[in-house]
């Protein structure tokens, strides 16, 4: 994503505040077409196909991140996929509704990423490039104008009595994680058997990760290695009854 980009944390699902959503696209398609941007949303959750596909008449894309594990709100787990697509698509501001999962994840998020954040916004304005936000101070005694200066922007959003905006577009639904994936945890793959193999030094934590073990390593292991490289490739390391998760395998050293 270039300047100008703006990525919305939109809601949907059990427990989340799917209201708020007409006015981060309202705010959202005004930051892009003020700035020439572009207008990407993220969906986190379970059964989100038709929200998704609803969100994109107004996108140029929609971040999906659908698991049944993400169908009651995860802190920690939603921050590490804000997080990540942050830095992916580098977006000159992240809006979130004033929820308390927005509230919650816009305060990690600022904090993750040493970034100011303006909370309890009312609204957004872009005078000459120049970004302000419209928040109440003093118990609602007065409204101030609040510019950020650290990028990316972070605002949280109050919202209600907003209809969703009058441009559409045909924007594109993105799936970033697969339906049946933990999003705690990686998943072993093929693919990451040659990646293992040319390591140096593989070490699980033993936090209830995932066990992955590299060709050259199962050659030192034996037949109980291959058995149990087996299980891990299909299990997680907490359905191996007897494993010791901590396990380091360095090339040319005694296993």
């Not at 709100?73 to 308390?100: K, N």
């Not at 916004?121 to 928040?135: E, K």
């Amino acid at each position: 994503m270039a300047g100008g980009d703006v990525l919305i944390i939109c809601e949907a699902g059990r427990g989340q505040t799917e209201s708020a959503n007409a006015r981060l696209l309202a705010a959202g398609v005004a930051y892009a077409e003020g700035t020439g941007g572009r207008l990407v949303c993220l969906l986190m959750g379970h059964s989100l196909g038709s929200v998704a596909a609803e969100l994109s008449r107004f996108a140029n894309d929609v971040r999906v991140a659908e698991s049944p594990h993400l169908a009651n709100y995860d802190c920690l787990a939603s921050l590490g996929i804000v997080q990540a697509q942050v830095a992916e698509l580098r977006p000159e501001l992240v809006l979130f509704g004033h929820t308390y999962i927005g509230m919650d994840l816009a305060q990690r998020l600022a904090a993750r990423l040493g970034v100011a954040v303006a909370s309890t916004c009312i609204d957004l304005a872009i005078d000459r490039g120049a970004v302000s936000f419209t928040r109440p101070m003093y118990r609602g005694r007065v409204t101030a104008k609040v510019v950020l200066e650290s990028r990316p922007m972070i605002a949280t959003l109050q919202y209600g009595g907003t209809e969703p905006p009058a441009t559409t577009r045909a924007g594109t639904v993105t799936a970033i994680a697969q339906g049946d994936e933990e999003p705690h945890f990686v998943q072993p793959k093929p693919s990451f058997v040659p990646l293992l193999g040319a390591a140096d030094l593989f070490v699980t934590t033993g936090l209830d990760l995932e066990l992955a073990i590299g060709v050259a390593s199962l050659a030192k292991v034996g037949l109980t290695g291959s058995i149990i490289a087996a299980l891990a490739a299909m299990l997680p390391i907490r359905q191996i009854a007897g494993l010791d998760p901590a396990i380091v395998f360095r090339r040319g050293a005694a296993p």
